[in-house]
Structure formats: structure tokens, C-alpha cells
């Protein structure tokens, strides 16, 4: 053994970054001491990758392949939606443009389903005629011609089914006496007078006025090297209106004479998913009161807005109504005559929110607890979904200050659509099945509620729910009692 060394050195480790080599270098002993080497693995250098490191590789990389065909469906649902929603914002603003070209929101066209005017006769205020004080309207001609005969009951009200004490607005249809004919871009006024259109005529008028047709029906074909075709129908020019009733193409022509359909015009079909019906009710706001101070049986002006009701309704070109164009989405219009199917929840049904339930105090809507009628309801009663529509129903209630008692006369009902953007898990455990919701519109008054159903001493809004709702385009207006170019 070598003297110079020391008897028991130190050796610090060190990693070669060439060679793959251990080495070894005394911390203690002569600084001219030769570095000892240890050799502990072949000098070869790597060049691959271990069989865990490409295992690892493969399963993140699946997992991630996982998680983006995951998000694909999710995307595909929301695109869907938003188209959904753009298309029923288009077609609102153009349903609200044809009502008022057409002159749909002249009262004196609209009839309930056995063909009453719908308007007062004889109103000493002035007009001949005038809308119910405080009622609203629920235009809905497509659904009346659908739901005509023996079971056409339920098409008296909005929603359907719905009797006192519940809180509806009055459906009513348009007088088809009049050019409705919808390749006339501006249709005369005419009286109201009874209908004597067949009901084949009668369907056809409405499901071309109320259908919106801007998505038309072009199906891609199977063989990728064919072009797309749309679907073309010919309409009958022998009924009335003229140009509404499809008829068979291409006409085969009778003792050799071409018939009168052979010049019929042609008309491009859609796909008829979006269909529009108009809400028409009030303005009401959470600050108005009006009072009768001076006994002449028309509410004052109490707030000072230059808003003078009279007992009637009509607000003698004053007033405001809220008119709304609801657009729904492969609507089923035979619902009202017919039940709904086993499990499914009918298109119009009614949900109530107790005066203490709005949690947000009405503010825009908020947070709300939906509660079914009866107490054994079920979670289809209550069902909803995100981006869908409904109606809060109430009444707007006076109390004469001398007395504190309700004025009867000056009852009027208050109808605002709200959009549902979030919709929370169904309690059955609840006195009545209860459903939280979160909804996004005007303010809404918890002092509007009507009735105490449960018996708990509580009055409750109503809230009407519809399962094909997929807008609601809402403008304040005035109704056009004559024709709008008198403006």
C-alpha cells in the first residue's frame, strides 16, 4: 500500500455526462492523488426508450383521444342550440313584422274559437269597440284550426285546460273572412263576420301565414355525387283564398282539356320546424297603481305617466300593450284535443310559486321555487329545460285607501315571459313537489299573486310551462285599431 495515501479517505461521487461513468474523487489526502474510476456500466451511449416510458406514452395519449371525442357530442349540442336560438330571433322579428303589415293586432279581427268577436261592442268611451279592462290575449290561430270539433274546449284559454281560479289569457283566432292570402303583401280590413271557410281551407290559411319557412327542405341524397333537390308543391288556384291547398302535380289533363291547376303557382317547402303564435297583455310595471278618486268608474292617472285607462281596457291610443311573438319548435299542435302520451308532460300545464318562494324578490326574474298543484305530482309536471320559455300569470290588485278593501272593477291581469337559464334537481320531499329554476326577464312583483291553492295562507304567481318554447321576441306597442298607415 502506497504511504502517501491516507488511511481512510473520503470519495465524493460524480457522473460523467459523456460516458455514462461513476468516478470517484478524494475530498481529503494529496491534490495530486490520480482520480480512481469505477466502471459500473458499459461505456455504450443510450439511443431508445424504455418499454414503461412507451406504455406511459400510449395512455395519456388515449386518454386525451378519450376526453376530445367526449367534448365532440358537447359541442355538437351546443351548436345546435345556438342555431336553434338564432333561427327562433329571426323568426320572431319577422312574425312581429307581418302582424303588424297584416293587421293582425287590430282587435276587431280577433274571434274566440265559435267565432265571437273577442272585442266589446258598444263602449260609451268613445271607440265602438274595446278590449275587456286588465285581460290579456293569447293569438293563436294555428292551434284553434287544429283543435276544431267535438274536443275543442281547451282551446278557449292560454295555456289549455287551465279554468278559474287559474289566471289564462283568452285564445283567440283571426277572421279568415278577410284577404289572408299570403301572396297578397298587404291585406284589406274587412268585418268580422262568421266563418264560412271549410276547416281543410281554414288550416291551410294559418299553417302558411304562422309557419315560418325560411329553412327550406332540401335533403342530402345518399350518393355523394348527386345533387341536393328541394321539394316543390303546386297550390290549387280554384280554392279560396286562392293559391292555399296543395294539389297534385303534374296535373293529368281531363277529355283531353289541361285543367286550371296547370297554371297553379309552385310554392318550396320547409321543413315547417319553427311555427309562431302572438301574446298580446298590459304593460304593467311593479310602480303603477291607479285608483278611481272620483267615482266615475275609469281608473285615474294616479302616477302621473299620462296613462288613462278606462274601464273597458281600451287606452284611447295612450296605453301600451306588451305584444310578445312566441316561436316554437316542432310544436304539436293537436295537443289540446288530444292527452299526452304515457311519461311525456302535456305542452301546456301549470306550476304555482308561492308568494315567498321568488328569492331574488322578482328582481329580473331570479331564482324561484316552482311547485306542482296537486301534491302528488310528479317530476313531469315540473319539467324543464335551459333556454326554454314560460309565463309568470298574476293580478295586479287596487285597494281603496278609504276602506282597504279591493276595488273589484280594477282588477287586471299581468302576463311576462321569462327565459329559463338554469334548472335545479326535483324535491319531492317538499309539501308539494318542488322544482328550483333561475329565470332572466322583466321584474316581476311577488304581490301579484292571485290565489292561496294549498291552503297554507300564502298567495301563489302562476307559472305557465310549455315544452316547445324556443323564444319569445317581445316589443311594446300600441294596438292598431284601424289600419297602421292612419298613424
Same mark, same amino acid.
Given at each position: 500500500?502506497?504511504?502517501?495515501?491516507?488511511?481512510?479517505?473520503?470519495?465524493?461521487?460524480?457522473?460523467?455526462?459523456?460516458?455514462?461513468?461513476?468516478?470517484?474523487?478524494?475530498?481529503?489526502?494529496?491534490?495530486?492523488?490520480?482520480?480512481?474510476?469505477?466502471?459500473?456500466?458499459?461505456?455504450?451511449?443510450?439511443?431508445?426508450?424504455?418499454?414503461?416510458?412507451?406504455?406511459?406514452?400510449?395512455?395519456?395519449?388515449?386518454?386525451?383521444?378519450?376526453?376530445?371525442?367526449?367534448?365532440?357530442?358537447?359541442?355538437?349540442?351546443?351548436?345546435?342550440?345556438?342555431?336553434?336560438?338564432?333561427?327562433?330571433?329571426?323568426?320572431?322579428?319577422?312574425?312581429?313584422?307581418?302582424?303588424?303589415?297584416?293587421?293582425?293586432?287590430?282587435?276587431?279581427?280577433?274571434?274566440?274559437?265559435?267565432?265571437?268577436?273577442?272585442?266589446?261592442?258598444?263602449?260609451?268611451?268613445?271607440?265602438?269597440?274595446?278590449?275587456?279592462?286588465?285581460?290579456?290575449?293569447?293569438?293563436?290561430?294555428?292551434?284553434?284550426?287544429?283543435?276544431?270539433?267535438?274536443?275543442?274546449?281547451?282551446?278557449?284559454?292560454?295555456?289549455?285546460?287551465?279554468?278559474?281560479?287559474?289566471?289564462?289569457?283568452?285564445?283567440?283566432?283571426?277572421?279568415?273572412?278577410?284577404?289572408?292570402?299570403?301572396?297578397?303583401?298587404?291585406?284589406?280590413?274587412?268585418?268580422?263576420?262568421?266563418?264560412?271557410?271549410?276547416?281543410?281551407?281554414?288550416?291551410?290559411?294559418?299553417?302558411?301565414?304562422?309557419?315560418?319557412?325560411?329553412?327550406?327542405?332540401?335533403?342530402?341524397?345518399?350518393?355523394?355525387?348527386?345533387?341536393?333537390?328541394?321539394?316543390?308543391?303546386?297550390?290549387?288556384?280554384?280554392?279560396?283564398?286562392?293559391?292555399?291547398?296543395?294539389?297534385?302535380?303534374?296535373?293529368?289533363?281531363?277529355?283531353?282539356?289541361?285543367?286550371?291547376?296547370?297554371?297553379?303557382?309552385?310554392?318550396?317547402?320547409?321543413?315547417?320546424?319553427?311555427?309562431?303564435?302572438?301574446?298580446?297583455?298590459? #304593460?304593467?310595471? @311593479?310602480?303603477?297603481?291607479?285608483?278611481?278618486? /272620483?267615482? !266615475?268608474?275609469?281608473?285615474?292617472?294616479? =302616477?302621473? %305617466? &299620462?296613462?288613462?285607462?278606462?274601464?273597458?281596457?281600451?287606452?284611447?291610443?295612450?296605453?301600451?300593450?306588451?305584444?310578445?311573438?312566441?316561436?316554437?319548435?316542432?310544436?304539436?299542435?293537436?295537443?289540446?284535443?288530444?292527452?299526452?302520451?304515457?311519461?311525456?308532460?302535456?305542452?301546456?300545464?301549470?306550476?304555482?310559486?308561492?308568494?315567498?318562494?321568488?328569492?331574488?324578490?322578482?328582481?329580473?326574474?331570479?331564482?324561484?321555487?316552482?311547485?306542482?298543484?296537486?301534491?302528488?305530482?310528479?317530476?313531469?309536471?315540473?319539467?324543464?329545460?335551459?333556454?326554454?320559455?314560460?309565463?309568470?300569470?298574476?293580478?295586479?290588485?287596487?285597494?281603496?285607501?278609504?276602506?282597504?278593501?279591493?276595488?273589484?272593477?280594477?282588477?287586471?291581469?299581468?302576463?311576462?315571459?321569462?327565459?329559463?337559464?338554469?334548472?335545479?334537481?326535483?324535491?319531492?320531499?317538499?309539501? #308539494?313537489?318542488? @322544482?328550483?329554476?333561475?329565470?332572466?326577464?322583466? /321584474?316581476? !312583483?311577488?304581490?301579484?299573486?292571485?290565489? =292561496?291553492? %294549498? &291552503?297554507?295562507?300564502?298567495?301563489?304567481?302562476?307559472?305557465?310551462?310549455?315544452?316547445?318554447?324556443?323564444?319569445?321576441?317581445?316589443?311594446?306597442?300600441?294596438?292598431?285599431?284601424?289600419?297602421?298607415?292612419?298613424?
Amino acid at each position: 500500500m502506497r504511504d502517501d495515501l491516507p488511511a481512510n479517505p473520503r470519495w465524493l461521487k460524480e457522473n460523467a455526462e459523456v460516458t455514462s461513468m461513476t468516478r470517484y474523487r478524494p475530498v481529503t489526502g494529496r491534490r495530486d492523488l490520480r482520480v480512481a474510476i469505477c466502471i459500473l456500466q458499459s461505456p455504450a451511449r443510450r439511443r431508445g426508450i424504455t418499454l414503461l416510458e412507451v406504455l406511459v406514452s400510449i395512455f395519456i395519449i388515449t386518454f386525451g383521444l378519450l376526453g376530445v371525442l367526449a367534448v365532440i357530442p358537447i359541442g355538437r349540442f351546443d351548436l345546435a342550440e345556438m342555431h336553434k336560438a338564432d333561427r327562433a330571433a329571426a323568426c320572431g322579428r319577422a312574425g312581429l313584422r307581418e302582424a303588424q303589415l297584416r293587421g293582425f293586432l287590430n282587435p276587431r279581427l280577433w274571434l274566440y274559437r265559435n267565432r265571437i268577436q273577442a272585442v266589446v261592442l258598444g263602449n260609451p268611451a268613445g271607440d265602438a269597440a274595446a278590449l275587456e279592462f286588465g285581460e290579456g290575449y293569447a293569438l293563436d290561430p294555428l292551434f284553434i284550426a287544429n283543435n276544431q270539433g267535438p274536443n275543442d274546449g281547451p282551446t278557449a284559454s292560454f295555456p289549455y285546460g287551465v279554468s278559474p281560479p287559474f289566471v289564462a289569457m283568452k285564445r283567440v283566432t283571426l277572421d279568415p273572412d278577410f284577404d289572408m292570402n299570403p301572396l297578397t303583401p298587404i291585406n284589406a280590413v274587412a268585418s268580422a263576420a262568421a266563418n264560412q271557410v271549410n276547416a281543410a281551407l281554414h288550416r291551410a290559411v294559418f299553417d302558411r301565414i304562422f309557419t315560418w319557412p325560411d329553412i327550406l327542405n332540401v335533403p342530402v341524397p345518399e350518393v355523394a355525387d348527386e345533387r341536393p333537390r328541394q321539394f316543390i308543391t303546386a297550390l290549387d288556384t280554384s280554392s279560396t283564398p286562392s293559391g292555399l291547398l296543395p294539389c297534385a302535380w303534374p296535373p293529368s289533363p281531363v277529355d283531353g282539356v289541361p285543367p286550371r291547376n296547370v297554371l297553379a303557382p309552385l310554392m318550396r317547402q320547409s321543413l315547417a320546424d319553427f311555427t309562431w303564435m302572438i301574446t298580446v297583455a298590459p #304593460r304593467v310595471e @311593479r310602480s303603477d297603481f291607479f285608483y278611481d278618486a /272620483d267615482g !266615475d268608474g275609469q281608473p285615474d292617472d294616479y =302616477d302621473g %305617466d &299620462g296613462i288613462v285607462p278606462d274601464f273597458f281596457g281600451f287606452l284611447r291610443k295612450k296605453g301600451l300593450y306588451d305584444v310578445s311573438v312566441v316561436v316554437f319548435h316542432k310544436r304539436d299542435v293537436s295537443d289540446g284535443a288530444f292527452p299526452p302520451a304515457p311519461g311525456e308532460p302535456a305542452a301546456e300545464r301549470v306550476a304555482m310559486i308561492e308568494q315567498d318562494a321568488f328569492l331574488g324578490a322578482g328582481l329580473s326574474g331570479g331564482d324561484v321555487a316552482l311547485s306542482t298543484v296537486a301534491p302528488s305530482g310528479s317530476p313531469r309536471d315540473l319539467e324543464l329545460r335551459k333556454g326554454q320559455w314560460l309565463l309568470l300569470c298574476g293580478v295586479q290588485r287596487v285597494v281603496d285607501p278609504s276602506n282597504g278593501n279591493l276595488v273589484p272593477t280594477m282588477i287586471r291581469k299581468v302576463f311576462k315571459w321569462y327565459r329559463v337559464v338554469a334548472v335545479g334537481d326535483f324535491d319531492p320531499s317538499a309539501n #308539494r313537489p318542488t @322544482r328550483y329554476v333561475t329565470l332572466a326577464g322583466p /321584474d316581476w !312583483d311577488p304581490n301579484w299573486s292571485f290565489l =292561496d291553492t %294549498d &291552503g297554507d295562507g300564502v298567495r301563489e304567481t302562476q307559472a305557465a310551462l310549455f315544452s316547445d318554447t324556443a323564444g319569445v321576441y317581445t316589443v311594446t306597442t300600441e294596438l292598431h285599431w284601424n289600419s297602421i298607415w292612419e298613424y
